[in-house]
């Protein structure tokens, strides 16, 4: 069931409301609709914070999220539901563990491992946020796609919940320019104002994360989605939180990918809050192939 007309930023919440199954769908259950714009598979930033969602609906609230790790097995049908069955592996005082399932009749499409930690205060540290330009100096993502709606078309009319402003030239416009570019670093932030629930900034974070973050794998190399050909799919996605995070302020998205072998490449990426905070970590690895032009 597709949620109720609306901006994009609007469907991203109802998707993130997931549905908590009856008695008879099992004690841990819930299901995610998908919003109306959606490529020809479930997105993975989509699947993956919904079911941080799902986790994250069965343990305390004074239960922070420390880790979750994401396998992706199979694709998902945008056309149908997705169906989340949550597995509690502990749950202690300071503690918890849950395996979030995806289902879609009755297909394993991913599985999630998250995990909850209360720590308390302790030693503090974080790298230095790379400095570059403020969000309000940037253009907006869609200036930045005018005269490429025929390169990149998946970009131009994908659901986008999310403001986007790239801090370096997106990977079409530096391929234009015949340049490369060893990493991208983009802000980013809610499309709206949100509801006062950290779980739902935290799972903002987590779709976000699964965007721009294999960008570097073939920025680096000097191509681009759209005037190359290259098929990419997501392997495994995982997210470690460090501290607090509020979606609906600018956050800094900063990724590059250390290495690419064996059709394989691997993305890492910092979230930093305004005032340099380390918010969030994240690393991605994917199938990622380049079929050069023959001439």
């Not at 969602?53 to 396998?71: C, D, F, K």
């Amino acid at each position: 069931m597709r949620p109720s007309a609306g901006t994009d930023f609007e469907e991203l919440l109802a998707i993130l409301d997931l549905r908590r199954g009856e008695a008879g769908d099992g004690p841990e259950t819930f299901f995610g609709s998908h919003p109306s714009k959606n490529p020809v598979r479930t997105f993975g930033g989509q699947m993956t914070a919904q079911a941080f969602v799902a986790g994250s609906r069965t343990v305390p609230a004074n239960l922070p999220p420390s880790a979750l790790s994401m396998h992706f097995i199979a694709g998902g049908d945008p056309a149908e539901d997705l169906e989340f069955t949550v597995v509690r592996l502990r749950d202690e005082r300071r503690f918890a563990n849950r395996r979030v399932d995806v289902t879609q009749n009755g297909v394993l499409l991913g599985t999630a491992l998250i995990s909850y930690l209360a720590g308390g205060r302790g030693l503090e540290h974080n790298i230095s946020a790379p400095e570059v330009p403020a969000p309000e100096d940037l253009p907006k993502i869609d200036e930045l796609l005018a005269g490429y709606e025929e390169t990149v078309p998946l970009f131009v009319n994908a659901s986008r919940p999310i403001e986007w402003r790239y801090t370096n030239d997106p990977a079409w416009i530096m391929r234009d320019k015949g340049a490369a570019l060893d990493h991208n670093r983009v802000w980013m932030t809610a499309e709206g104002p949100m509801p006062d629930d950290p779980v739902l900034h935290q799972a903002a974070l987590v779709y976000s994360s699964d965007t721009t973050i294999l960008d570097s794998i073939i920025t680096t190399h000097g191509l681009s989605w759209g005037h190359d050909r290259i098929f990419a799919v997501t392997i495994d996605h995982s997210v470690w939180f460090h501290r607090p995070v509020r979606f609906d302020e600018w956050v800094l998205y900063s990724t590059m990918s250390p290495v690419a072998a064996e059709s394989r490449g691997l993305g890492t990426g910092h979230f930093f809050d305004r005032s340099g905070l380390l918010l969030a970590t994240v690393v991605q690895e994917g199938i990622v192939k380049h079929f050069p032009s023959r001439k």
